[in-house]
């Protein structure tokens, strides 16, 4: 042991004491932390059942009311109990899903309490349940059969509580899941009873077996509210023993007591289904009241469970933090206050071994060996910057000129690979201000119209005008490249004004021969002119590239909006609102937002090319195109489906408002005066058919064959209209239809698409 110390350092012996009795306090910290940790955990894991439990447990009550009014309905021949089931079932419904949302995927202490098994049957069996209901609104189900059925799926929920149960280990707590379970089964049986009673006083007597059933239901709810007393706290059975010397469970009695005088086939006339299960319910509603008491109190001590373990957990972890923190900073002084000189002098020797930069040593001040070592090492490191700073300065250049060319091919590379105008400035700031980082620039590119340029992008701060002339700039009147302030005789360009008289170059875009645009460019404030203009070729080299880009780009919009235009209307065509309204109809898929489809024809639009000539048509279809898009707002889409069809896309709207748009627009176009020569055409109307997402569908072929049947009613119904589709459920009125009229219609309408084709 002495040998080993002997060839440690002062800095390891110091930091050995400092650290052995820390060590051993961490050491009793982290098994307290563990032992708090682990509590922690345990308390997590029951509140993580007792979350789930309640939710359960609304829908066994759910369940067990359905059960009742189903049972009910069926006893009754469907005399009784028909509003209340659809009540009933909406209310299991929204509970089964809020319980698959909450659960999810059994897993941690659910899932080792073979809590999995039961809750999976139940959901199983659950799948069958519209089946069930569509044979009850029949009366195709016997009452036996319903029992049956619901009566399973509770038992297997019931079930699913119970095993939760066994996640538990903290005895108080068992006590009183063991109470919430018995009353559970309690609140079941009071179920059955009112499932029994419903049919019995619903049908006017009992039959034996339902009899024999109903009395045996009550000695079961007795046995559960025993083992409840021996388990629930005070709280619990302060609010039992209310109840049930209350008015409710009197009353409930008293109709028992009925029934009981009442047996085999005699009539229960005194007291209807509706009296006894109003009854009864209010009965089960009070004990899921109680139920839901208990519920919250194992919930409130579980977070209080967690939250004291939590506490202990996180205090300790801060003091064995504070602790490490504390231990290291005394280490640190230490260290820092023995070995300074020679950690200093060893960074030294390792800086200059690496041909790394050598700092200076305040030790060449001593007068002893360090301070000659040091003096010696100072020397050196003098030498060995100069070499270094030429060395640095040529490989800079050697990088610079490396970068610029990969710049230039990855500029190259990405501006050919962009699909739009934006897309493609955009990449052009990107690379420019890589590329030319010492200037701010700015690019103009001429419009379709060539009388002007306008700015499409800047970079470091470059100034960028809307709109320059042409004559504005002297490299685009020259034909070449203009640099300010490199000749003798200079003039600063109109779109530079006002001029500040600092230096500044413009570059001419060629592409195949024509000028596309013009590349202005000047220094930034911290830039020398020798250097900016310096960079004046690696910038003609760059507008090379952004030339046949720029050109390529513009014909592709051209094309593109070829593609997608409809050439008499201006508006988009079919193809482009198709694909328009599959995104939309993904987009709302997953964001819920409504939108509606509009389905519009002009009235007899054959008679005006049959009576005023094929030109005439022209002019009321561009006439109404050019209504539509003038009326349309951003989030409205009209395009020109073929011949006198257009549909109309009102995104995120109401069928409600779409409808009174539309009535809008219909308005607008039956306002429209079309002069064709030195004559009036007659008044254009629009018949209008609309669907919405998703109530008409929720394909885009279903959402335009439901616009276009609603259009269809709007002919036969006399045109000029809007209408609403029918909704898939729906059975439509029977209107009075001209049929001749209608016929006259689809005559016109396949005459005209034949002379289309």
């Not at 563990?34 to 369940?63: C, F, K, M, T």
Request: include cysteine; charge should be negative.
């Amino acid at each position: 042991m002495s040998s080993f110390l002997a060839n440690r350092s002062i800095a390891f012996k110091l930091a050995l004491v400092c650290w052995v009795p820390v060590l051993a306090l961490i050491a009793i910290s982290a098994q307290k932390i563990h032992v708090e940790y682990q509590a922690w955990q345990r308390a997590e894991a029951i509140g993580e059942v007792l979350n789930v439990a309640p939710i359960l447990s609304d829908l066994v009550h759910d369940i067990q009311r359905e059960r009742g009014t189903s049972a009910g309905l069926v006893g009754s021949r469907g005399l009784a109990f028909k509003q209340s089931i659809k009540d009933e079932r909406s209310e299991t419904d929204a509970d089964l899903k809020r319980l698959q949302a909450t659960v999810g995927t059994p897993s941690g202490k659910l899932a080792a309490s073979n809590f999995t098994d039961p809750y999976n049957g139940a959901l199983a069996d659950l799948k069958n349940l519209t089946k069930i209901r569509q044979e009850v609104d029949a009366l195709q189900i016997t009452v036996p059969d319903i029992a049956n059925y619901y009566t399973g799926i509770v038992a297997q929920l019931l079930e699913a509580i119970e095993k939760m149960k066994l996640s538990v280990d903290n005895a108080e707590v068992l006590h009183q899941i063991s109470a919430y379970i018995a009353l559970q089964h309690a609140k079941e049986h009071a179920g059955l009873e009112r499932a029994m009673g419903a049919v019995g006083f619903g049908s006017g007597s009992f039959e034996p077996e339902t009899y024999q059933r109903f009395l045996s239901l009550v000695a079961q709810q007795d046995n559960m509210f025993s083992q409840f007393r021996q388990n629930a706290p005070t709280e619990a059975l302060v609010l039992l023993s209310k109840l049930q010397h209350g008015p409710l469970e009197t009353r409930v009695q008293e109709y028992r007591e009925i029934a009981q005088q009442s047996p085999y086939g005699t009539s229960t006339a005194l007291v209807s289904g509706k009296d006894w299960w109003d009854a009864t319910t209010a009965r089960i509603d009070a004990l899921k009241s109680i139920e839901d008491r208990l519920s919250r109190s194992l919930h409130d001590w579980a977070l209080e469970a967690c939250q004291k373990a939590w506490t202990s957990f996180l205090t300790l972890t801060a003091f064995l933090v504070a602790l490490v923190a504390g231990a290291a900073l005394v280490s640190l002084l230490v260290y820092r206050e023995i070995q300074p000189p020679i950690a200093r002098i060893n960074s030294s020797m390792a800086s200059w071994a690496s041909d790394g930069a050598i700092p200076d040593l305040k030790e060449a001040q001593r007068r002893d060996g360090i301070g000659e070592l040091a003096r010696t090492l100072n020397d050196l490191r003098h030498r060995l910057e100069d070499t270094r700073k030429i060395e640095l300065e040529r490989n800079a250049r050697e990088r610079a000129q490396t970068q610029e060319m990969k710049l230039l091919s990855d500029l190259n590379e990405w501006l050919q690979s962009s699909t739009s105008t934006d897309e493609l400035y955009a990449m052009i700031e990107t690379f420019m201000a890589k590329l030319l980082p010492e200037s701010s620039g700015s690019v103009y590119v001429f419009s379709n119209s060539r009388d002007v340029l306008d700015g499409t992008c800047a970079w470091n701060g470059g100034e960028l005008h809307e709109h320059i002339r042409p004559d504005d700039c002297w490299s685009l009147r020259r034909g070449r490249g203009y640099s300010f302030k490199t000749d003798d005789i200079k003039f600063a360009c109109e779109h530079t004004q006002p001029h500040d008289d600092g230096p500044y170059y413009c570059i001419p875009i060629l592409a195949h021969g024509e000028t596309v645009g013009m590349m202005h460019l000047k220094p930034l404030p911290d830039i020398s002119t020798d250097a900016f203009f310096e960079s004046y070729r690696l910038a003609q080299l760059a507008a090379e590239q952004i030339s046949l880009a720029i050109a390529n780009s513009k014909m592709r919009d051209q094309l593109h909006q070829q593609s997608i235009r409809d050439p008499l209307t201006g508006l988009f065509n079919r193809r482009h609102f198709i694909e328009v309204l599959r995104r939309n109809v993904e987009t709302s898929k997953r964001t819920k937002a409504p939108f509606v489809l509009a389905s519009i024809d002009v009235d007899h639009f054959k008679r005006f090319n049959d009576n005023h000539g094929h030109d005439a048509g022209d002019m009321v279809l561009r006439a109404v195109g050019s209504t539509l898009e003038q009326a349309c707002g951003v989030e409205e889409l009209p395009c020109r489906i073929g011949g006198e069809e257009f549909m109309l896309l009102l995104s995120d709207t109401t069928l409600e408002a779409a409808e009174n748009r539309a009535e809008e627009i219909r308005q607008l176009i039956e306002k429209i005066t079309v002069r064709y020569g030195e004559k009036s055409l007659p008044k254009i109307t629009i018949s209008v058919g609309l669907s919405a997402y998703p109530e008409h569908g929720s394909l885009p072929q279903d959402l335009m064959q439901s616009a276009d049947d609603a259009l269809y009613k709007s002919k036969a119904a006399g045109r000029n209209q809007v209408t609403i589709a029918n909704l898939a459920k729906e059975v439509p009125d029977q209107p009075t239809v001209d049929f001749d009229r209608v016929k006259e219609e689809l005559i016109d309408h396949v005459d005209q698409r034949v002379a289309k084709i």
